[in-house]
């Protein structure tokens, strides 16, 4: 495992060992040649990191102009050359067989004394003179020829980046050794903890450190230096354990696997790299391109067709990253996908809830964490009734909101699903239960009051906040949405620490359910990332499949993350899993967008849309037919037209300013080939970069 917390397969070298023979069949080849040494961590930290707009991969980033340099062609380049030596070396010629004269050797005849004729003095002088002429005329029939341009062209080939490459540790190693070398750890040695920094200098040496730990101990450090009263106990704890400080809650120091390489010191995770095409801007052709919490704050949407890689490509990646940098103490991420989604091995979490299955140890708070009754009730009318037309959601949070006050008061606690069904359906049992407990509260027998009278209303949303209710009071779920304490739920509330949470939905036998659980989840993550009262990490929300769980509040709610230090990522196959009236709004409440290939030319026209238009420079030629009136120039044109077969005519060039679609409909649905998608970032900055077409990585 590389350093930098990869798992890179490395191009066997090409050698003289001659192919081995294929091995049996269900065995792997055998290797050609030994493992390629891996980077140590000291090397990762030196290597440089530069960043010229949101979205590049910075280790070892090199910026490239901001326009394409007009560049002659090779073939022009090189028939330049060749005709300026040959006119070069026939004035040599002219010159040294006496057919211009001998001018040019006057300046010898002048400053040679007579008194050398004959003599070595003599000769030698003539031939310094012979050598000063030709390299005057090297250089000026070069300068005209070009053959300097034509000489860098050549030795930027592919054999020269091949040698450069071989070398990468020349440029990886700025200031080792040095005292600003960070794996010394020189911020803790100006404050005064220099044999805290030689335990950690030792450790990254002895290869106990891994690129985890080092972006841990130094987030503790950052904590340190706000309040600098935890300074010994930071002390004490690495003097202990070393590289194992400040461990993560859960002990674990890395993921079990890694399926993406990922970048801990920049936070990033490598998504792919950008085509080195005329659809891309010259400044961003051919670099790497990443994602990390600058732009995920954002939040982005991705759209693509099933079988495109949204999970592989995508979501994984993102999921993984956020999770290596909650070991880091950086970041809180929940990823939310239907049972059997690779979204990462169980190991990789801290709390797996899997809904419906029986062996689940987690189970999911309905509320939300929640202990105000109309801030639990908004949530539940979000999620339950927020995407059926005609219902108001605020009828129907004051509707749950009747019910859910009047039952926390009774017995301190919220309905479980049976006992909120019942209310819902209006059973005179239920109801007659909950008014004799609630005997001298009157404030809360008006509300229960209310609820009864409004109850089988012409506009009374409680028969369909009942229907969906019931869509969660199956055997299935039996055991599920405890609110008796004797569960153990997990609250969106836990935010607020650097936790790794998955969520398996039961997508296969009961969709509905499912979506209304993700419409939950999406609105209690929602309300939960901008309560909190310590945003310092980084909250995340992943959905695999966000297919009908956007409704109009959510929308608003994904707006208002980026003020929250949080963001969301929705993938969906299509826009058409979104209310019509929700596709623009969504468009525009993230800041991020991503087509993956084969999106429909309806879709292509929503985001050709939102990303707008662009001046670009449009060149018409026309051919106009030449005319001669001269006997002679028309008898040239017709042997001319006779041998060609066309006719003489001269081109007319109009250049213009032009304002067009920066990607198409059609070219969304028709040109982005199989394994690329087309993405567009905005960082919470407000950095953008334009739509990107990209080659996901893992693609060949």
Avoid at 95 to 122: E, Q
Avoid at 177 to 184: E, Q, V
Avoid at 448 to 458: F, N, T, W
């Amino acid at each position: 495992m590389d350093t930098d917390g990869t798992h890179e397969t490395r191009p066997p070298r090409v050698g003289h060992v001659p192919r081995p023979a294929s091995p049996p069949p269900g065995l792997p080849p055998k290797p050609s040649h030994a493992p390629t040494a891996a980077p140590t961590l000291g090397d990762w930290l030196r290597h440089p990191r530069t960043s010229d707009g949101p979205g590049v991969w910075t280790y070892g980033h090199v910026p490239r102009a901001a326009e394409e340099p007009e560049e002659t062609p090779t073939r022009q380049l090189v028939s330049g050359a060749l005709i300026s030596l040959l006119a070069g070396l026939l004035l040599w010629s002219l010159l040294w067989n006496g057919y211009l004269g001998a001018f040019w050797l006057w300046p010898l005849y002048m400053f040679t004394p007579d008194s050398w004729a004959g003599k070595l003095p003599s000769v030698v002088a003539s031939y310094v003179w012979y050598a000063m002429v030709a390299t005057v005329l090297v250089i000026g029939f070069g300068r005209l020829g070009r053959w300097p341009e034509l000489g860098r062209r050549l030795l930027s080939s592919r054999a020269l980046r091949a040698v450069q490459s071989a070398h990468p540790a020349d440029t990886a190693r700025p200031g080792a050794g040095g005292p600003d070398d960070p794996a010394r750890w020189p911020q803790l040695r100006a404050a005064g903890l220099g044999e805290v920094a030689e335990r950690l200098e030792v450790e990254a040496g002895g290869g106990r450190m891994n690129d985890v730990d080092y972006t841990r101990i130094r987030r503790a450090w950052d904590s340190v230096r706000v309040d600098p009263s935890r300074m010994r106990a930071f002390a004490d704890a690495v003097r202990d354990k070393g590289a194992g400080a400040c461990v993560h809650p859960s002990g674990a120091r890395d993921l079990p696997v890694r399926a993406a390489r990922h970048d801990l010191l920049a936070r990033q995770v490598l998504l792919g790299t950008v085509e080195d095409g005329a659809r891309n801007p010259y400044s961003r052709r051919g670099t790497a391109l990443a994602l990390d919490p600058d732009v995920l704050g954002t939040s982005l949407l991705a759209v693509g067709p099933s079988g495109t890689g949204k999970t592989r490509q995508l979501v994984r990646p993102v999921v993984e990253s956020l999770s290596l940098q909650a070991l880091a103490g950086q970041a809180a991420v929940v990823a939310v996908g239907a049972a059997g989604a690779q979204l990462g091995p169980d190991a990789a979490f801290d709390v797996v809830v899997r809904v419906g299955d029986p062996t689940s140890v987690y189970d999911l708070d309905l509320y939300g964490g929640a202990t105000d009754p109309d801030e639990a009730a908004t949530l539940l009318a979000e999620a339950f009734v927020g995407d059926v037309p005609g219902i108001d959601v605020r009828r129907a949070a004051t509707a749950l909101a009747q019910l859910l006050g009047p039952f926390r008061a009774a017995y301190e606690r919220f309905p479980a699903v049976p006992e909120l069904r019942e209310l819902l359906d209006g059973l005179p049992t239920a109801f007659d239960a909950l008014r004799r407990d609630l005997a001298g509260q009157h404030a809360m027998l008006r509300e229960l009051d209310a609820r009864a009278r409004q109850h089988g209303a012409l506009a009374d949303p409680g028969p369909a906040l009942a229907d969906r209710v019931a869509l969660l009071d199956r055997p299935a779920f039996a055991g599920f949405f405890d609110t008796t304490g004797q569960g153990r739920p997990f609250s969106l509330r836990a935010l607020e620490h650097p936790i790794r949470v998955r969520v398996d939905l039961p997508e296969r036998g009961h969709a509905d359910a499912s979506r209304m659980l993700a419409r939950l989840l999406l609105a209690q993550f929602n309300a939960a990332a901008a309560a909190r009262t310590d945003r310092s990490l980084f909250a995340f929300l992943a959905f695999d499949d966000a297919s009908h769980t956007l409704t109009a509040g959510t929308v608003r709610g994904v707006q208002r993350l980026r003020s929250a230090h949080a963001g969301v990522l929705l993938t969906l196959r299509t826009l058409d899993d979104v209310p019509e009236e929700l596709r623009t709004p969504l468009l525009g409440s993230v800041g991020c967008r991503m087509a993956f290939s084969g999106v429909t030319t309806w879709d292509g026209k929503r985001f050709a849309e939102a990303w707008g238009t662009e001046w670009v420079e449009t060149r018409d030629v026309t051919h106009r037919t030449v005319f001669a009136d001269q006997p002679l120039t028309r008898l040239m044109h017709s042997f001319r037209k006779l041998v060609t077969g066309k006719a003489v005519t001269t081109d007319a060039v109009t250049v213009r300013q032009v304002e067009r679609e920066r990607w198409s409909a059609s070219d969304l649905a028709h040109a982005v080939p199989p394994g690329h998608a087309v993405l567009s970032l905005t960082s919470v900055r407000g950095e953008r970069a334009a739509p990107l077409l990209v080659r996901l990585a893992g693609t060949s």
